[in-house]
């Protein structure tokens, strides 16, 4: 019988938000309920979100989630977003979480994906543009993102 391939975490990425589920976010044999898992997705979502709209965003779509794999007390869960989607109000984000587990023989489970869509609102929570990103200053040919922002992300 072979081993499947290890999972890692994503090479060349920050995690959005790292967390360690408590015994209060669990049934009675230790799995994690979904709804934790996706309120901490939204969370990490609307990191970048927040940062590309330069304020305040609201969920407006889940437009995808699949949990792939239970989560235990005790995982280290990895949160990991970018934006794929740039709308006029809208920002569509990538979320994956990666479950480390095991903790003196580290084991690292891919445990959910989700896509969810943000709307920039403004003081009143009504919709709002985009501010406009700063084109090209440099003269490289890029779009001059923040780092943060993270990659994938595309104008429409």
């Known amino acids: 019988m072979t081993t499947p391939p ?16 408590m015994p209060a976010d669990a049934n009675v044999y230790g799995d994690v309920f979904g709804g934790w898992i996706m309120a901490q997705v939204d969370v990490a979502g609307s990191l970048p979100a927040t940062r590309r709209a330069n304020g305040r965003v609201a969920t407006i779509a889940v ?8 989560v235990f007390v005790g995982d280290l869960l990895s949160f990991y977003a970018d934006i794929v989607k740039v709308g006029n109000t809208s920002i569509t984000v990538n979320v994956e979480v990666y479950a480390e587990r095991n903790r003196l023989q580290t084991e690292i489970v891919k445990v959910t994906e989700a896509t969810l869509t943000y709307v920039a ?19 490289d ?16």
């Open 6 to 21: 290890r999972t890692r975490l994503p090479a060349g990425k920050s995690p959005q938000l790292r967390v360690m589920p």
């Open 63 to 70: 437009n995808s989630f699949l949990f792939k794999n239970p």
């Open 121 to 139: 609102t403004d003081e009143n929570r009504k919709p709002r543009p985009l501010p406009p990103l700063e084109q090209d200053a440099d003269g």
């Open 141 to 156: 040919g890029d779009m001059n993102l923040p780092q943060d922002l993270g990659g994938g992300w595309q104008a429409v």
